[in-house]
């Protein structure tokens, strides 16, 4: 199934009826808030197939990160960017440019990633479905 996410990724950019023309793709991606006092959140939603779903979370270079996402039959995945990730086209199909984390980049089809981040600034996590619709929970640690 490697892969499988950025074809569909490709596929839902270039095809998506579902209210997202191509220059839609992440304009306004979820700011991922902790609360007060807290290193960690979970969010919780709903992707319909090809659908993707963008979020960001402001950190600094050298904070450990852990992310995971639970999801029906396992069915969810996500690529995390570092800061300086930017939306571009490919072939005239809308892309996210910029450097993936290791495991949890293009074609990992990543589940739990784990690391130390790379950059200061705001990162960006995008979420799709290997196949169908699904619901998800979308958890993320930052510790110094």
Partial sequence: MKKLFSLMLLIFCATSNAGHAQGEFCVSPTAIKFPAGQSSTSLTGALVQDEVKCFTFIANAGQHAAISIRSDGQNAVFQLYQP????????????????????????????HWSGVLAGKGRHLITVGTMQGDSSFTLSVAIKP
């Fill in 84 to 111: 300086g990730w930017r939306k571009g086209l490919d072939d005239g199909d809308p892309v996210i440019k910029g450097t993936a984390y290791s495991g949890a980049a293009d074609g990992n089809d990543a589940q």
